[in-house]
């Protein structure tokens, strides 16, 4: 049986496809990719002329505090990685969701370790 989906999830889908008709990660630049979900947060950066994926992180091995402190965790574990894999410049892809609370923790997080939006 097929799930449900309601509009707030359909529109969050809607906005992200607007949001990637105009980001493109490329291998000098990968797209710092964010998805949340009740519970985790899971974050990947993307090189998409190729369609692989670089780096790929998770909340899920950062238990850390609050859900907030985790997703601040994940964003400097991220630009640590990718600072091991020699990049410094991402474009980020809040993947329709609004940029306030754990996604706005993620890319402070990811400025904080080095990364350059």
């Known amino acids: 049986m097929a799930q449900k989906t309601n509009?707030?999830?359909?529109g969050r889908i809607s906005r992200h496809a607007r949001i990637r008709s105009r980001i493109i990660g490329t291998s000098s630049r990968?797209?710092?990719s964010i998805y949340k979900s009740n519970r985790y947060i899971h974050a990947q950066l993307i090189d998409d002329t190729e369609g692989k994926t670089i780096l790929?992180?998770?909340?899920?091995?950062i238990e850390k505090g609050t859900k907030t402190e985790a997703a601040?965790?994940?964003?400097?574990?991220?630009?640590k990685q990718a600072k091991a894999k020699?990049?410094?410049?991402?474009v980020f892809d809040r993947?329709?969701?609004r940029y306030t609370g754990r996604?706005?923790?993620?890319a402070a997080g990811a400025r904080e370790g080095g990364l350059i939006f």
């Open 7 to 10: 509009n707030k999830t359909l």
């Open 30 to 32: 990968p797209r710092l």
């Open 56 to 61: 790929a992180l998770s909340t899920k091995a």
């Open 72 to 79: 601040k965790a994940l964003g400097a574990e991220i630009a």
């Open 86 to 90: 020699k990049l410094s410049a991402v």
């Open 95 to 97: 993947g329709g969701f």
């Open 103 to 106: 996604i706005a923790a993620v």
